[in-house]
């Protein structure tokens, strides 16, 4: 009876919110592609090769969005390695995270992930019949967790993680969620904290390990031939310091430009490559560029104009972790404002020196980690102008923050293969695929 109200209510939600919806549809694009994925049609890309009258086994690996899809690329070259037999099928949440997952993992292996209803979902249960789900983090829906579950399924939740912004959340709800996460199987926590707060919230001890965050061990992909292209430009031009700022979100990049406005009395060949976080504002960023008379170019649009004095407005998806290579100094958003701040491990794997704002409740373990080590500089919006003057001003320490940023992420390695164990203990060798459930529970 509950899942019936849950649904209910879900159903209800997603009523009086369609205005919303139906606007970043038509003003955005978003939430377009893969409509009928998302509402249970499951795309023909993903039937199974055959031989003779068995399928391979699949493991269904969701990660919602760009980051997550970062942190379980490793993850999931590792469990194809180390089980052959299965077939490794990624669902994603968001346009960007679909559209970087297909290029990780081939696009016959990648699809949306269904809506919390039923009748989304059961034709994906019936059609893959997983052995295994893995969820990236927190990803918690209890209409998918108890279908899941019934159908036969192993539940794992990967680099497990409650962030101190949703706790709060998490806490007043445990009872509700304590019935939810007795379908899940596994819990892989980043943290000993994170272990706590999940068996607080109703996992149970048994189930939950620590194995570490899996983002520590996400390897550099080879750069994209645009890194090698702006970087035979900026020599020759001879353009520079390179500021970086990447996953910026409304509101971060006044104050940045502002700021580079400033760097550039000092460094006028000075360059940003600024990143916004989200496509569906790229066009209003580049709106302000012009209104504040900063020169800039779209990187769609690059065709080797000379960038010194200037800003590249990176307007493309999946680059921005090899464009840090560039950077002299980088800046990681959504952390000058209360946005939770985003991954401060990109910038680190290239050894270059990391600033990022004082909103950071999302990465909390990473950054105090880094902090503790003096291996970042966390600064607020009055601080940002002169932190950044003071880095580019002083060669040695600035290279010295950057040693430090990757001598730190390099000494927390190992979560992949500590959590690829824990989930071989999910996964029966001898298991028959054939004997699996052929459809999902139907009960409400």
Known sequence: MSYFLYSLV????????????????????????????????????????????????????????????????????????????????????????????????????????????????????????????????????????????????RIAVVNARISDRSWPSYSRFRWALRRMLIHVDLFLAQTSEDGARLQSIGAEPGRVQVTGNLKFDVSLP?????????????AAEGAGPVLVCGSTVEGEEPPLLKAFENLRVGHPRAVMILAPRHPERFDEVAILLRQLGIPSVRRSQWQGEALAGGVLLVDTIGELAALYALADLAFVGGSLVPRGGHNIIEPAQHGVAIVTGNHTENFRDIVALFQSRDAVRIVGLSELPLTLMQLLADDAERRALGRRAEETMRSQTGATLRTMEGLKTLVAEDRDPLALPAQAAHTD
């Open 10 to 153: 879900l159903a209800v939600g997603m009523l009086l919110s369609l205005p919303y919806w139906l606007y970043q549809i038509l003003r955005y694009g978003k939430y377009r592609s893969g409509f009928v994925e998302r509402m249970g049609r499951v795309p023909a890309r993903l039937s199974a090769s055959r031989e003779g009258s068995r399928a391979p086994r699949v493991i269904w690996v969701h990660a919602v969005s760009v980051g997550e899809v970062l942190a379980v690329s490793g993850l999931v070259e590792q469990i194809r390695r180390s089980l052959p037999q299965h077939r490794v099928l990624v669902s994603t949440t968001t346009d960007t995270g679909q559209e970087l997952a297909r290029k990780r993992f081939g696009e016959e292996n990648v699809f949306y992930f269904p809506i919390d209803f039923g009748f989304a979902i059961r034709p994906y249960l019936q059609a893959l019949q997983p052995e295994l789900v893995v969820l990236a983090e927190t990803e918690f829906w209890p209409n998918f967790l108890r279908l899941a579950h019934a159908s036969g399924a």
């Open 222 to 234: 080879s750069p994209p031939p645009i890194v090698e292209s702006l970087r035979r430009s900026l």
